[in-house]
Every structure is written in C-alpha cells, then in structure tokens.
C-alpha cells in the first residue's frame, strides 16, 4: 500500500459559529418604495441619497445595453445574471452589483435561504473577521414584494487600486514585481488557512491599493468548515491554469510574468500551507494535469463577463 497524505482539517478556532450568529443578527429595515416592499440589510444607518439610488437599480429592469450611462460590466451566465453599476454619490463612487436569477432550479432554492447579496455580505464580513483584506459591502436590498425570482442588490464602496494583472502589464522593476508576488502568496495561503476556498482565483480577482493587496468581487468565494487535499489540489490545479494562461503570449501580450514565477508561487503556497506535503510530487501532478498548449489558450480563455468600462 502506498503512503497517503495525512492533511490537516482543522476547522478554525472555534469562533466561527459565534461569528454566524451574530452575523444574522443584522440591522433589517423595511421600506416602502412605489408599490415595492423592501428589506434593507445593514451594519450601520446609510445615506439616503446612495439607498435611494440602489433602489431605482433594483426596480429597473436589468439590461446588458452598454449605452447605459451607469453599467460598468455584466455577466449573463445559465443559472443567475450579475450587472455591475457605478454610480456616484455625495462626491463618492460606489459599485452596485445586481442579481437576478434566470435557472428555475436557482429560484426555487432562494426561497428556503437568503438571497444571493446578503451570503456576498456574510463572505465579506467573514473575511474581515478572519483579517483578510476585501473591499467594504455597505447594505443590501431585497425586492421582497415578488414571491419567485426576488432580485438583490449589494453596494459596495470603490476599491481605488491596480490590479495584479494590470500592475504585471506596466514598465515595474524586478524588486517591485517580487515584493508583488510575495503579498499574493501570502493573502494566497492566508486563505487556505482559514478554509476560505476561491473557485476563480484569477489576478483580476486580486487588487493593490494603498500598499495593501485586497481580495474583490467574492461571489466565487465560499467559506468551508475544512478544506481537504482533494479541494486543495483542485484549487491548486485552476490556480496553476491562471498562471499559465497569464504567461502565455499569445493572451497577455509584452506580460512582466514568465513560467519561473508561476513555479515559484505554486511552490512557496505549498510550502507555506502545509510543510508535511511533497511539493515537487504535488507541483509534477499539477503540471500534468493542467498545462495548456498554446494553440488551445484562445479556446479556454472565452467568457461571457463583459466589461464596459473603456467604453466610449
């Protein structure tokens, strides 16, 4: 018999159950808004100016037409549409992600759990409580005047920052790209260690901002009791396909990444994680089973996330 892998499982330490309950027992308000019954989720009292503004977003319908003077990305997917708005308040922007679900097996689920934008404020806070850097959810609203197909809202405040795929593009000298990777190997194993699994851990996904590199857009995040090391090779495996596309040419065009620092951060990432795991067993396993030919990156690369955000 071969020698298996002992992993660890380890599930926190045992203030996450506290951190739930006390996560539901939220600030709800309801409103009256034109005929609408709403539920507004929030820690703290909002603006009334921003809140009446993400009203009106959630009352319209959601179009994908780019002439919209406040759509700034979208994604129609099968089971659920996610529509970015940028809009601007008080002297300030805020981003207001919209969902609406569009698979009837999605409908039917929501009506036995919470909406799509409150369990994106329960990741948020789950992830400030563990100290990883996100971006800041103000509320949420629910249309709660609908009995199928509720659609949410979540507002969020505007991350001011590059990130790392934009910052890997720019003219950046050896010693700054290195101080780059090492902050997202660390928000990388940061991670694993709380059991937080990110199912598109892609560098869009990863912004620096004021010196500190954040964790955005955390709808594919998802919060497990333990991460076991058939999940970790898993998520290893996307990771080591991000990277490779990212070094490929033909994608990413003049890109300050090559095959070394993708090597080297899944390497480190493991070691850090966990130091009883073989990482040259586990990085050959990894490059067996995830690496692209070159002639295959423009097929992979396809998807349905429109950004507007260059538009004219």
Partial sequence: MTNKIKHNRKCGDGTGCIFWRKAHQMIKHKLTFIGMKIILVSEDKQKDEL??????????????????????????????????????CCSENYYVKKYVNRDAIRVIQDLFRTQRAIRSMFTCWHLKHNKIPTYEQLFALIDISKIFNRPSVVVSKECKGKTIKHLLKEDISEDRKSEIIEMLINLYVKMLKVNVYHCDPNLSNFILENGVLKLIDIDDVRVLPYISYRLLKKNLMKFNKILFLVCSREKNGNIDFNNADREYILQEVIRRYDPNIPVS????????????????VKKLVKSNDVDLSKKN
Avoid: G, M, W
């Fill in 281 to 296: 067993k586990l990085l050959k396993y990894l490059d067996r089973k995830t690496r692209i030919p070159l002639f295959e």
């Fill in 51 to 88: 809140v009446q503004a993400a009203i009106k977003i959630l009352k319209d319908k959601p179009s994908s037409n780019p002439k919209h003077p406040e759509l700034f990305k979208y994604k129609i997917a099968k089971k659920r549409c996610r529509f970015v708005y940028k809009i601007n």
